[in-house]
């Protein structure tokens, strides 16, 4: 049995396992930060939807730390660049330096730390936006170039960064090119106090256990593929379509909070995204179809920081997470073009 692109649907032998094995990662995960399962999945699902992850909160919570035990668990090449206001793209994207090679003087390219399967920017908007704009290419193509000459990065390749709140001294915003190539952003909250009082008891100096591997590559590559196969019903992408072409304030269909209190929409990146990840939230929670739910779940996390609200928004109270649930709760799952067959 195929869906309309031709691929082989997943049997439920195939979902089973790879559950079980995304599981395990999770599991794994978890034994080094605690307290945080939601944003564990919310991470794994981006992940496996290949995509790119924004995490924004206060330092101390753990976010350095989730991205090397992921690194650890999936037995990946990693990398981590501490973003400073000194920071040159140079020193993100590697430099040709003219060595000796028989007899006569060349450039050659020495790689910089971009050059892995996971890197992490760790607090990457204390960069200027010059040196932020430097991962452009990397994180949409998968490639640099470098005066003229075009290098491939290593497969898989993630950038997973970290943020602080935009409003901490020292930070520059990051430009809406490069917010748009997060597949997702998450907000890492505060833990409870009964997990703070587990880390006083199982953490001493802040050390973690160590993490055994998970799966290799190959299994990553794998997985991979079985969440390209999980079918997307066409009343789901229709819905996708139609929740992002209402972000947009000069849509007939928008809702009206949008028309006046967002000045600039989601882009079709959204839409590829919210397609991407909601199969991946689907082999999640072990089904082989991508359904309205999944939509709404990765929802929150991939329009939210790709919304730009206007100056009035603020002063009335409007947030983009408010704004996406507005959005969710206005754009119906059916729309009108759908067939009655196809609803059904």
Request: proline share 6%.
């Amino acid at each position: 049995m195929s869906d309309s692109a031709g691929s082989q649907l997943l049997s439920p032998e195939e979902v089973s396992r790879a559950q079980t094995t995304v599981q395990s990662l999770l599991g794994g995960l978890a034994k080094a930060i605690l307290g945080q399962d939601e944003l564990l999945e919310r991470v794994v699902t981006c992940i496996l939807a290949r995509g790119h992850v924004l995490l924004e909160g206060l330092p101390g919570l753990g976010k350095t730390e989730l991205v090397k035990s992921l690194s650890s668990l999936l037995s990946l090449q990693f990398r981590r660049i501490q973003f400073t206001p000194d920071l040159l793209p140079s020193d993100i994207l590697g430099s040709p330096i003219l060595e000796d090679q028989g007899g006569s003087r060349k450039l050659v390219f020495h790689q910089g730390p971009v050059f892995a399967n996971l890197l992490l920017a760790d607090e990457i908007n204390r960069a200027t936006p010059k040196t932020q704009a430097a991962l452009l290419e990397a994180m949409q193509e998968r490639r640099v170039t470098v005066m003229g000459e075009t290098h491939t990065l290593p497969q898989p390749f993630f950038v997973l960064a970290t943020q602080n709140p935009i409003e901490l001294e020292g930070t520059y915003p990051l430009p809406e090119a490069q917010i748009d190539r997060f597949t997702f952003k998450i907000n890492v909250n505060s833990v409870t106090s009964d997990t703070l009082e587990e880390i006083i008891k199982t953490r001493q100096h802040g050390v973690v256990p160590t993490l055994n591997e998970i799966m290799t590559g190959d299994d990553l590559s794998r997985l991979f593929g079985l969440v390209d196969r999980v079918h997307l019903p066409e009343a789901v992408g229709n819905y996708i379509a139609r929740l992002v072409t209402a972000t947009h304030p000069d849509r007939d269909e928008s809702p009206e909070e949008v028309r006046r209190f967002v000045r600039y929409g989601a882009s079709p990146r959204a839409a590829i995204a919210l397609a991407g990840t909601s199969r991946a939230a689907a082999l999640l929670a072990g089904k082989p179809n991508a359904g309205f739910d999944e939509v709404k779940r990765v929802a929150p996390h991939v329009l939210g920081h790709r919304l730009i609200l206007d100056y009035s928004a603020r002063m009335e109270g409007w947030t983009t997470a408010r704004m996406v649930d507005t959005l969710l709760d206005t754009v119906p799952e059916v729309g009108r073009s759908i067939p009655a067959d196809i609803q059904a």
